[in-house]
């Protein structure tokens, strides 16, 4: 499973709106940089209280880029 996929499988299980959900994924610095967007009303949702939900989303993909010899970053944009 590539990695824009499984933070897109992730993302769409949290939100009421999987539709919406779009992960773009692009390198900077030798980084893959994982761009997640989700509906308007679903940023609370992903987002978490006190950030507590995007950081494990961040965790996850963190270490499946780890396994790849990749180094992940997930950035929620709006």
Same mark, same amino acid.
Do not use: H, N, W
């Given at each position: 499973?590539?990695?824009?996929d499984?933070?897109?499988?992730?993302?769409?299980?949290?939100?009421?709106?999987?539709?919406?959900?779009?992960?773009?994924?692009?390198?900077?610095?030798?980084e893959?940089?994982l761009?997640l967007?989700?509906?308007?009303?679903?940023?609370?949702k992903? +987002?978490?209280?006190?950030?507590r939900?995007?950081?494990?989303? #961040? #965790? &996850?993909l963190r270490?499946?880029?780890?396994? #790849?010899?990749? #180094? &992940?970053?997930v950035? +929620?944009?709006?």
């Amino acid at each position: 499973m590539e990695l824009t996929d499984l933070l897109a499988y992730l993302a769409e299980g949290l939100v009421d709106d999987p539709e919406a959900v779009t992960v773009d994924a692009f390198t900077e610095q030798g980084e893959t940089v994982l761009e997640l967007a989700v509906g308007a009303d679903d940023y609370g949702k992903v +987002i978490g209280r006190g950030g507590r939900t995007a950081q494990a989303l #961040r #965790r &996850v993909l963190r270490a499946a880029g780890q396994q #790849r010899g990749q #180094r &992940v970053l997930v950035d +929620i944009v709006d």
